[in-house]
């Protein structure tokens, strides 16, 4: 039980180049979520993913479009990478019942865009 | 709109001393509130909730969490600090109707030996 893993950890970019970063559970979680980590602001929501079919709008989407893939993958691609990405980015899971509001975190991708 | 504030970038407390870190929150209607930790260079773990109930939650590691409805706190302390304890810390509140967490900006916390 793995539990929620990304690929790649690391990844350094060029400005305007395109990649697709991936997550995938195998916890049978119906909701995905995708974070960004930058220093003095916390974690913000870029997308999520209620249940497998669905996909919406975080804190902070724009530069970013979200595929859920199946109910295990939710992968988050950047058309054109800019300098204002450089961060690190977080995959969760939720089990989706109402009692379990407690989300399960990835080990991170370390973005950098140069 | 709901929020949550850390109003402490960063707190030190010497090893065996009792650490508190802060959390205040800003919701309306009944609050869902959480603890995470982030060790260095690793996602974020859950330590412990607040739901309903008894105002003092338990959680991993020897950590607790009062809620404190009239102050419209979570503070998340520790009886004896260790230095392993030393991590991010973050609170969030459940955005309400949805599925989603709001996070604070986090709290640094260093225990020294």
């Known amino acids: 039980n793995a539990g929620v893993t990304q690929t790649p950890k690391f990844q350094v970019l060029k400005t305007g180049q395109s990649m697709t970063l991936q997550c995938a559970q195998d916890?049978?979680?119906?909701?995905m979520y995708w974070y960004r980590q930058d220093p003095g602001m916390g974690l913000r929501l870029i997308y999520y993913s209620a249940s497998e079919g669905t996909t919406d709008k975080g804190e902070v989407p724009n530069g970013y479009n979200v595929s859920r893939l199946n109910k295990r993958e939710f992968s988050l691609r950047l058309e054109s990478a800019a300098p204002s990405q450089t961060s690190v980015y977080f995959c969760?899971?939720?089990?989706?019942?109402?009692?379990?509001?407690?989300?399960?975190f990835g080990p991170g991708t370390r973005l950098t865009v140069t | 709109a709901q929020s949550v504030a850390q109003p402490e970038d960063q707190v030190n407390v010497a090893e065996g001393n009792p650490l508190t870190v802060k959390c205040t929150y800003s919701?309306?209607?009944?609050?869902?509130l959480f603890w995470y930790v982030q060790y260095p260079n690793r996602g974020l773990q859950f330590l412990l909730k607040?739901?309903?109930?008894?105002?003092l939650v338990k959680g991993s590691y020897g950590f607790e969490a009062e809620f404190n409805k009239s102050q419209t706190s979570f503070h998340l302390k520790k009886p004896s600090a260790l230095v392993s304890d030393s991590a991010l810390y973050f609170c969030?509140?459940?955005?309400?109707?949805?599925?989603?967490?709001?996070f604070g900006t986090g709290t640094r916390l260093q225990v020294f030996p």
């Open positions: 969760a899971s939720r089990e989706g019942a109402l009692s379990s509001y407690e989300q399960y």
């Open positions: 969030a509140v459940r955005d309400r109707g949805t599925d989603k967490l709001i």
């Open positions: 607040y739901i309903t109930g008894d105002n």
């Open positions: 919701v309306s209607g009944n609050p869902y």
């Open positions: 916890m049978n979680h119906n909701s």
